[in-house]
Every structure is written in C-alpha cells, then in structure tokens.
C-alpha cells in the first residue's frame, strides 16, 4: 500500500510486560526501531507530554488508573495527540460498549484481540492512508478556516474519490458546526435515500435537534437505538431532544438505561445525576453521582462538584457518608486549591446541616481564606457555591455581592439565573433575590442600548469607551463582550485596521467561545472576524 | 523470553463482569464461563501459532495441525455462543458502518492463515478493491471465520472466497471443491438451522448463528439472507450470505 511504517515513532501503552513485548516484537519485524513502551496510564501521559509519536497502540484494559479511553481523552484534552498521530485502541472483546466518548475523543480504529502482527500492520497501514487523505482539511478546520476547509472537501468529493463517505460525513459535519443546518441535513438525506446508514441518521436527528424540530429528532434517535441498543451516541442525543421537549421524565429513562450499558462513562452518569435532581429523583440522582465519582477518579471529566452535590444529597440522610465523600475529594484531588476550596464549601453546609455549629464556622473560614486565595480563576459554580454558604453561613452581604455579579455577567443565561433564584429561595430570600436579579439585568440592559445608541450614531468612541468600562465590571457577559468586539470592528473598518483593535476583537471574540460556547452570534462575528482579517 | 513475530496477542487475564447485578442468572453464567474459556483459548492458540511459526518452512507434524486446527474451532464456537448471548440478552447490538469489503475479507483471512499453512489448501479471493459497504464488521467476520472452517474441513485442493454486488445486495460466497453439503442439509438446513446432528458433530450452531446475523442486516425494507448450494464455482459446497 506504500506506507512506510518502518521510520515511523511508536508508543507502546499497555499493563502487561509480555503484552508489550509481544506487540514490539510485531513491530520489529516490519523494520520498525523506533519504539517507546509504557506500562500505565501516568508514565503514557509523561511521555506524549515530551515527544510527538506518529503511531500510539493503546490497551482499553491499562489496570489501575487511567483506561485506554481515559488516557486518549486527556492527550487530546491537552493537546498530546494531535490529528498526525494515529491512535489504535486494542480491546479485549469484539464489542464496542466502550465506545463512549466524545467524537473528537475516538480512536483512529480499534482492534480486538487475538490479532497477529499481519492484521495489525493492515490496520496500521488504512488508518494512516485515511488520516493523510484528510489532513489537509483538517488543519484548515484547526486554523478555523472554515469555507477554505469545504472548498477542499468539495473538491476532494468532486473527484469521487475511494473515501467519498468519509468525506461527505466529514463535510457535513463542518456543515453543522458553521449553523449551515439545511446543507447538512441535504447531504444526510442523499446518503439516507439509498441506506439507513447509522451516521448519517445521527447527522439528520443532530440537524433537527439544531434546528428545533425535536418531534423529527426524537424519532430518528429512536430508530437509531432500536437499530443498535448499544449506540451511546444516540441515547445522549435522545435524552437531549426528550429535555428540549420538556420530556424530563423520558430524558431519565433513556439515561439510566444507557449508563446500565455503559456504566464507565462518567460524563453521561454526570448528567443522569444532574437531571435527576432537577427532578427531585434523589436516590437516582446519588447512585449516579456515586458512580461518576467512583469511574472516573483518572478521567479528565471529573470535577469536584461530583463530589459536594452528592455528599449535599447524602446530608439529608447519613452525615458520615457526605463526609467521607469529601474527604475522598480532598485525597483524590491532593493539594488543589480549587478542590479543597469545594471541599471547605461543602463541609461547611454539610455540618450545618448535621448541626455541627462550630465545626461549619471553621470550614466557612477555610473556604473563605481559599476562595481569596484563588478568586481569579473561580467557575460560576464554585462562585455560587460559595454566595450559597455566605448566606447560611451569616455573612448575608458577601452572598449577595457576589450573586449579583453572576447575574450581571450572565444576563441572558435563564439557567444560571433560575438557579441564583434557587438559593436565594434556599435562604428564605425569594422575594429580596427576585428584586436584585431583575435591577442587575435591568442595569446590564440599559447600558447595553446606551452603547448600541451611540454605535449607531456614529459615536465610536464614546460606544467602546462606554462598553469598555462596562466589561471591567462584568468581563464574561457575553452580549457586551459581543457588543464590544462588533463596536471595534465598526471603528477599523471606519479608521483602517490596526493592531491594537483587532488584538482586543480577538480576546472579546475568545472571551465569549470560552464562557458561552455554542452561543449563535459568535459565529457570525467571528466570520465577521475573519473577513476583515483577511482584506 | 524469546518471542516470535508470528505471536497472536490475545487476552491474557483480562477478567471481565458480563454484569453488576449479584443475581446472576445461569445464562450469565454460562456466558461469563465462556469468556474465561476463550481467554484460555487465547493462550493455547498463541502458543500454537509460536510452534508453527517456529518451524519456519517446513510443514508442522500431523499432531500440531490437529491441535491447532480443533483448537481454533472450539474458539470461533465460543465467540459464535457469545454474540447468540448478546442477541437474546441485551437486545440487538448491530455496529453497521461502512467498510471496503476488499479490506475487510483480507484481514479475516490473515487471521486464519497459519491454519491454512498446516492444511496444504490454496486460498483464493475475488474481490474489486474499491467495493465498500455497510455491515457488521465483528459479526460478519465470524460468519465469514465459520464458513471458511468449513470449507476447509472439506475442500480438497481450493477455496475461493468471492464478493461482489447483485442486485443492490452485497454476496459474498466460500465455495470449496470438496463433495458438497449433503442433501438433508440443502433440503431442510436452513429451516432447521439448530437441528443437532451429534452423529456428523454438526451441531447447528454455525448455521443458527450464520442466519441470524444474516437476518440482523437490515436496510430499508430489505434483510439479509444466506444460501447452501452445490457445484457452484468449484464443483463443491458453495456457502453464500446477501447483505442488503
């Protein structure tokens, strides 16, 4: 097939010496000598930390710590394996149950055990002509280049090439993350007229759900699982579409009889446990909580709020057990400042709630001197959080300085201001609460339209030193930050372009990506964005 | 400790829990079992491949070849009980995605190529490089395992293994040139594909497998379907299964 595997750099991952011996030796006999081994997870991590290897042959099965999967979505996570590198996961069944992670975190193939070294340099050998085949696209993707990226696969798709549904299900995926629903949803149709095939179904109900059509949606993820009944894919999509329905009750369903399937996944026990408790299914809600903590202690995707709202759940019932929880963060996190400072949060309304009076006024103390310690880079979550035990904890000012600033840079986000609501109602404040929330947003709105007002009249610079003040105050809001950039763009299309400006566009632009992403201007203004850098 | 490039890595010690549920019942049993024996089997097979890899050209002794050769069968068996496992239990669990079929046939038949050194049998495949096509890649590839076995077990000199499109449907045939399937199984083989027949070891499993997988491939209102015929390509059986 003339890929030369023999100077290629490989990265032997797997628990068992004579498991990695073997698979070196198989390596060996195609000239390979290039080969670096590693027994688990941690030391895998060290070593694609330090050098880029074009092949990595991973085990599912890595023991303790880190799995196959978990190990991938972290490399990927921080950048270790980049597109260039070919990612075979080997598996121990011929089933694919654990095919459970996000796609952008999928193996390149999978190969299940017994092979021989025949069927692994064939393997070898397709993956990395398919890769090579789609590269070019891909960096232009990475470079957020989008049209440039379809005129490529247009022309790839033109020639009619061996690897045309890759291409197609690659360009309607571009499609779909550029809002272009109609010409995504075009491309699934052609390819399903002729064949259920199971991806293009999954584009089509994508394509509804975006475009609000959920009825449609639920019906396509539906057929896909009666299709395949171990489809995670689909089962997430499927409880998204029953949530956007209102359906909260069939959203449960079809998350617990999904992470039946596939318990492993902790981001789908995540959101069982968060639904359930939404809907007051607390017993659900802790067994899913419990699990996500218990899966995924190696995984990228835990978090310590896993840990404090089930051990909030288990106050109400057995103090001791919330206890242990948080002591398990505080040992599974080590010296994380973040993660104690959860950890004191919790501690400090757990133990209120068990009447431990004194024992809560020194973890408050302690969550307090932390959350000092690292008040730059706090979530919303964890300022919440935080508001949350201010207001039981006494310090009723403090809770309402702060829920006030979620608000204002979060004007818009209904959820995130339903749930201030909910610990403002939590602390008996309903009514106080309801009025600071509505004067927040009512101030956030009147200084937006001042700045607008004065955009459209032409007043450039007064709009961007108005929006810029008004950002300091409120850096995540993403309508200012929105706002801002579009005002700055005004201004160098005015006043010709110049460095500074589109230097500041660009962190508005990425302020927003970052805190709000998914949010549907920021694609035209970031086109926007890239037009004007490229005149 | 020295080992051949011709190993098979297989699944050494892997236990896995087929379920969390503490009341098992005796199918999980059964099929928790046969995951320890195809573990085990893995074992026995590698060594295996390591002997006959061992002996470079020369032809391995009689001995070895029946070692190798009943050992791989007892293997495809269990991996055929497991997937029937699957299917009754957890619902059906089809991985349709598209495949070069070309690709796809090569690396089945890798997999039974230090078989076929042992057993002195020409092995011939026919198929346009760029056909792809929707199926179950594991699934298809037991079938597939089950019927080359076969064909083994009775071909003389050749097997030629074909694929190809007919009429929107993919075939893919093993014909041998052995002296045919008997006529009791062309008359009623398929209906009674999990008659057992201990006298001619023909326990039906393969068949019983084979159709149900062939009838789990579905596209539009179109199943899949297999065929058992005689004189076809070589003069002998000629096993086919139509994927929609």
């Given at each position: 097939m003339g890929v030369d595997l023999a100077s290629k750099s490989y990265l032997v991952i797997d628990d068992f010496a004579d498991m990695r011996s073997m698979l070196r030796s198989m390596l060996v006999a195609y000239g390979v000598t290039n080969i670096e081994m590693a027994g688990n997870g941690k030391d895998a991590i060290k070593m694609l930390a330090k050098k880029t290897y074009d092949v990595v042959l991973c085990d599912y099965n890595l023991g303790e710590g880190k799995d196959g999967q978990q190990l991938l979505e972290e490399g990927k996570d921080k950048g270790l394996i980049p597109y260039s590198t070919a990612f075979l996961m080997i598996t121990a069944e011929n089933t694919m149950e654990m095919v459970m992670g996000a796609v952008e975190y999928l193996p390149d193939d999978y190969l299940s055990k017994p092979f021989n070294k025949d069927m692994l340099r064939s393997r070898l050998e397709k993956v990395i002509v398919r890769k090579d085949d789609l590269h070019g696209i891909v960096k232009l993707l990475k470079q957020e280049r989008i049209e440039d990226a379809l005129a490529l696969c247009d022309d790839k798709i033109a020639q009619n090439p061996r690897n045309l549904t890759e291409l197609l299900k690659l360009k309607a995926e571009v499609l779909i993350r550029s809002g272009r629903y109609t010409d995504a949803g075009a491309i699934y149709e052609s390819v399903l007229a002729k064949r259920d095939a199971p991806w293009a179904m999954l584009g089509l109900g994508k394509v509804y759900y975006y475009s609000q059509e959920y009825a449609e949606a639920k019906a396509v993820f539906q057929k896909i699982i009666d299709g395949n009944k171990t489809h995670m894919e689909a089962y997430d999509w499927l409880a998204k579409t029953a949530v956007a329905l209102g359906d909260q009750k069939q959203a449960l369903e079809v998350l617990a009889a999904a992470t039946v399937i596939s318990p492993k996944s902790i981001v789908r026990q995540m959101e069982l446990g968060n639904l359930a408790f939404k809907e007051k299914e607390f017993g659900i809600a802790t067994k899913a909580f419990k699990k996500a903590v218990n899966v995924g202690c190696n995984s990228i995707y835990q978090t310590p709020s896993n840990y404090t709202k089930l051990a909030k759940m288990l106050s109400k019932t057995s103090g001791k057990e919330a206890l242990a929880f948080l002591s398990k963060l505080r040992s599974d996190y080590g010296r994380d400042d973040q993660a104690n400072l959860h950890a004191a949060i919790a501690e400090s309304m757990v133990l209120k709630d068990l009447g431990r009076e004194s024992e809560a006024q020194k973890a408050f103390a302690d969550a307090n001197k932390l959350y000092e310690k690292c008040s730059d880079g706090v979530a919303n979550d964890t300022a919440m959080e935080m508001a949350n035990a201010c207001l039981m904890n006494g310090d009723k000012d403090r809770g309402l300085v702060m829920l006030q600033s979620l608000v204002k840079n979060n004007h818009q986000d209904e959820k995130l201001l339903a749930r201030v609501q909910d610990v403002f109602g939590s602390v008996g404040l309903e009514a106080e609460g309801q009025e600071m929330i509505e004067t927040a947003i009512r101030e956030v709105v009147n200084l937006n339209n001042k700045g607008t007002q004065l955009a459209k009249s032409g007043r450039l610079d007064e709009a961007i030193s108005l929006f810029e003040k008004a950002v300091r105050n409120m850096p995540d809001n993403s309508t200012i930050n929105m706002n801002i950039a579009n005002v700055l763009m005004m201004y160098l299309k005015a006043n010709g372009k110049n460095d500074n400006y589109l230097y500041r566009v660009r962190q508005h632009l990425e302020r927003v990506q970052r805190h709000d992403p998914g949010n549907e201007n920021y694609r035209k203004l970031n086109d926007a964005y890239e037009k004007l850098m490229a005149s | 400790m020295q080992l051949s490039a011709e190993t098979m890595v297989c699944n050494y010690g892997a236990s896995v829990s087929?379920?969390?549920?503490?009341?098992?019942d005796f199918s999980t049993i059964l099929a928790s079992s046969i995951h320890d024996m195809k573990n085990s089997l893995g074992v026995v097979l590698s060594s295996l491949d390591e002997l006959v890899h061992g002996l470079g050209d020369a032809l391995p002794p009689a001995q070895l070849a029946k070692l190798q050769w009943e050992a791989k069968r007892v293997n495809d068996n269990l991996v055929q009980l497991l997937a029937l496992y699957k299917m009754e239990n957890q619902g059906v669990a089809l991985n349709v995605d598209e495949y070069f079929v070309y690709d796809f046939l090569e690396e089945v038949l890798v997999s039974e190529k230090a078989v076929l050194k042992t057993r002195n049998i020409e092995l011939e495949l026919q198929c346009e490089r760029d056909l792809a096509w929707y199926f179950d890649r594991e699934l298809i590839a037991g079938v597939l395992k089950n019927a080359i076995g076969n064909a083994l077990r009775y071909a003389r000199t050749k097997v030629l293994i074909t694929a190809g499109e007919e009429d929107h449907y993919l075939v893919l045939s093993v014909n041998d040139d052995g002296k045919g399937f008997n006529y009791r199984l062309l008359a009623d083989g398929l209906q009674n594909a999990h008659g057992v027949d201990f006298s001619s070891g023909n326990t039906g499993l393969g068949l019983y497998f084979t159709s149900r997988v062939a009838k789990l491939h579905k596209n539009k209102d179109r199943r899949g379907s297999i065929q058992l015929s005689n004189g076809q390509a070589l003069g002998g059986a000629c096993f086919s299964i139509k994927l929609p």
């Open positions: - | 087929m379920s969390d549920n503490a009341n098992m």
